[in-house]
Nanobody, 123 residues
Framework: QVQLVESGGGLVQAGGSLRLSCTPS????????MGWFRQAPGKEREFVAA????????DYGDSVKGRFTISRDNAKNTVYLQMNSLKPEDTAVYYC????????????????WGQGTQVTVSS
């Protein structure tokens, strides 16, 4: 069952910024760790970022550290991915994911996944 919906993707020039949002469909994820993953054509799915339920900790993939920021607003039941200094290699479909264990989210074996939103960065 699809219970997460991503939005905010689009076409942006290199060096630009985008802000992705992930919202639930039919339930709350306020107490769940959540994360972002991406997959480019011909490549394996890549871990981007994860955040714990209380936003007390977060992790980032090496390729996005210092450029991307994950955050959440539990009152709105929404998680965000702020992407700055975008590069053409950031082009991918970005997926939101959630589960009840932080380690599971980081590992990419989440129970809940969104359908993805396309991010294209032109040079």
């Amino acid at each position: 069952q699809v219970q997460l919906v991503e939005s905010g993707g689009g076409l942006v020039q290199a060096g630009g910024s985008l802000r992705l949002s992930c919202t639930p469909s039919g339930r709350t994820f306020s107490n769940y760790p959540m994360g972002w993953f991406r997959q480019a054509p011909g490549k394996e799915r890549e871990f981007v970022a994860a955040i714990n339920w209380n936003a007390g900790s977060a992790d980032y993939g090496d390729s996005v550290k210092g450029r991307f920021t994950i955050s959440r607003d539990n009152a709105k039941n929404t998680v965000y991915l702020q992407m700055n200094s975008l590069k053409p290699e950031d082009t991918a479909v970005y997926y939101c994911a959630a589960d009840n264990r932080y380690s599971t989210v980081v590992a990419g074996t989440c129970h809940y996944w969104g359908q993805g939103t396309q991010v294209t960065v032109s040079s």
